[in-house]
């Protein structure tokens, strides 16, 4: 959902504990074209450090199949949490539509913008889950506010 400022995610995942190196990463696609691209955004939020980040895709990723592949903003534009109660983790993210970084989405009403989660539970690539699936992303349009 959005309020016209800022883009929020939420992400539930069936998890009794954080037992394990846990974080979510959500990448998007900037121009909606299906594609992955020189400095699209990529936003997540860290379990077990708390910590929010914001990265995109360097030139060196665009052809690298590894999800951690991402470099750091210069500016963190976004905020992030997440919480268990012993049967869930759930993860909140928002990150401005439109916030000047030129690594950032820069979306308005109406616009399309595409996205594929990764979630790391474990240790490794073996602990990760893409979905719908590694850079097969889902387009959301920004509604009306």
């Given at each position: 959902?959005?309020?016209?400022t800022?883009?929020?995610?939420?992400v539930?995942?069936?998890?009794?504990?954080?037992?394990?190196?846990?974080n979510?990463?959500?990448?998007?696609?900037?121009?909606?074209?299906?594609?992955?691209?020189?400095?699209?955004?990529?936003?997540?939020?860290?379990?077990?450090?708390?910590?929010?980040?914001?990265?995109?895709?360097?030139?060196?990723?665009?052809?690298?199949?590894?999800s951690?592949?991402?470099?750091?903003?210069?500016?963190?534009?976004?905020d992030?949490?997440?919480?268990?109660?012993?049967?869930?983790?759930?993860?909140?993210?928002?990150?401005?539509?439109?916030?000047?970084?030129?690594?950032?989405?820069?979306?308005?009403?109406?616009d399309?913008?595409?996205?594929?989660?990764?979630?790391?539970?474990?240790?490794?690539?073996?602990g990760?889950?893409?979905?719908?699936?590694?850079?097969?992303?889902?387009?959301?349009?920004i509604?009306?506010?």
């Amino acid at each position: 959902m959005n309020d016209g400022t800022n883009l929020y995610m939420a992400v539930r995942v069936f998890q009794n504990s954080f037992d394990k190196a846990n974080n979510l990463l959500i990448d998007f696609d900037n121009d909606a074209d299906g594609a992955i691209a020189e400095n699209d955004d990529a936003i997540g939020y860290d379990a077990d450090t708390r910590v929010f980040f914001d990265r995109h895709v360097t030139k060196k990723c665009v052809n690298n199949s590894q999800s951690g592949c991402r470099a750091d903003d210069a500016s963190v534009g976004g905020d992030g949490g997440t919480d268990n109660d012993g049967t869930w983790t759930t993860y909140e993210l928002s990150h401005p539509l439109n916030g000047g970084d030129t690594k950032d989405i820069a979306v308005k009403k109406d616009d399309m913008l595409g996205f594929f989660i990764t979630l790391r539970v474990g240790n490794g690539a073996q602990g990760n889950t893409q979905w719908p699936g590694f850079r097969n992303f889902r387009n959301l349009t920004i509604v009306g506010f």
